[in-house]
């Protein structure tokens, strides 16, 4: 099922997510949900919180023609990240037509559970590293505008100011 897409200034975006300790159907049938939306707006990473549930799950795709890289992380912690940093054109289903630049650890290992609740490690570099970093920025109520440099934030005070004003036509405010 294609879940709604909860849009800036949306105040669950800055929740900080609950870990998560039930892993039965429910919680594949939110992956697999949220991989759907995610599919149908184009994206390759989205948080639980970013479909209106804040509970510490991410979903990402970064497959190739080649490849296929799908994860489905619950409970994700980082447990190591380069000194090395990469910059990466970041957008997110949250903000829709915002792009930016934004550096982060080229390399990242995280420590998270599957859907059975099994202890994984996920190693990335490149985009899988930032939307590692970036899903799991979600989880603490972190967006990619908050590490913005503030001269580039400026740069999209239009476009914040129009999700805000859309926000509030939507909700009546
Ligand atoms: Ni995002």
Do not use: W
């Not at 300790?21 to 990473?45: H, I, P, S």
């Not at 919180?49 to 994860?71: A, C, L, M």
């Not at 990469?86 to 995280?110: D, H, M, Q, W």
């Amino acid at each position: 099922m294609i879940l709604e897409i909860r849009k800036y200034p949306d105040p669950v975006l800055k929740k900080k997510s609950a870990p998560v300790d039930d892993f039965g159907a429910r919680l594949k049938q939110l992956c697999d949900d949220m991989l759907e939306t995610m599919y149908a707006n184009n994206g390759v990473g989205l948080a639980a919180n970013q479909v209106g549930v804040p509970i510490q799950v991410i979903t990402i795709d970064v497959s190739t023609e080649k490849e296929q890289h799908v994860y489905r992380l619950i409970n994700p912690i980082l447990v190591e990240t380069s000194r090395e940093k990469n910059e990466y054109e970041e957008g997110c289903l949250s903000f829709p037509g915002i792009t930016e630049k934004i550096y982060r650890p080229a390399k990242v290992k995280v420590r998270a559970q599957d859907t059975d609740g099994r202890v994984i490690f996920v190693e990335g570099e490149g985009l899988l590293a930032t939307a590692l970093q970036h899903e799991m920025d979600h989880l603490n109520g972190v967006v990619f505008v908050d590490r913005m440099s503030p001269v580039r934030k400026t740069l999209h005070n239009r476009e914040l100011k129009e999700l805000k004003e859309d926000y509030k036509k939507e909700h009546h405010k």
